[in-house]
């Protein structure tokens, strides 16, 4: 695995661990021991995605869980993704699920928009796609 994957790993690692709390890039790069310029391009060179969003879809696809899996009311759900306001937290959903969180919970089947980020280097390009499929092998 070369050096780069080993700090993406690093730094999701610390993300989905940290989910919960607030998170920024200065805290992630203290807590790892690099820059946050560092981390930046790093993570968007290798997952071309920023931080701030994988950081935002994973809240999102746990708050969508949350919705379908829970009675919790929205606006709670809106709080622990880290939105401010049940407003915000809808645009945003919008935005990734393509419908607002009530519809959503109404619908009641749950599909990650955003899963964890696994960099997988130890597999060939074959066996990766087989993976990323199922085991089934893709076009």
Excluded at 61 to 81: F, M, N
Excluded at 89 to 103: D, G, S, W
């Amino acid at each position: 695995m070369n050096n780069n994957n080993t700090v993406v790993e690093k730094i999701v690692d610390y993300i989905e661990t940290h989910i919960n709390e607030d998170l920024s890039l200065d805290k992630i790069a203290n807590a790892l021991n690099y820059s946050k310029f560092y981390i930046a391009r790093i993570f968007t060179e290798e997952t071309k995605c920023t931080v701030y969003k994988y950081i935002q879809g994973r809240r999102l696809t746990l708050a969508a869980q949350k919705l379908v899996e829970t009675e919790q009311p929205i606006v709670e759900i809106a709080y622990e993704a880290h939105y401010d306001s049940q407003q915000a937290f809808t645009l945003a959903f919008k935005q990734l699920y393509e419908c607002t969180p009530n519809i959503y919970r109404k619908n009641g089947m749950f599909y990650p928009k955003q899963s964890r980020i696994y960099m997988i280097s130890s597999f060939d390009r074959c066996s990766f796609i087989y993976y990323l499929t199922g085991g089934k092998l893709a076009a």
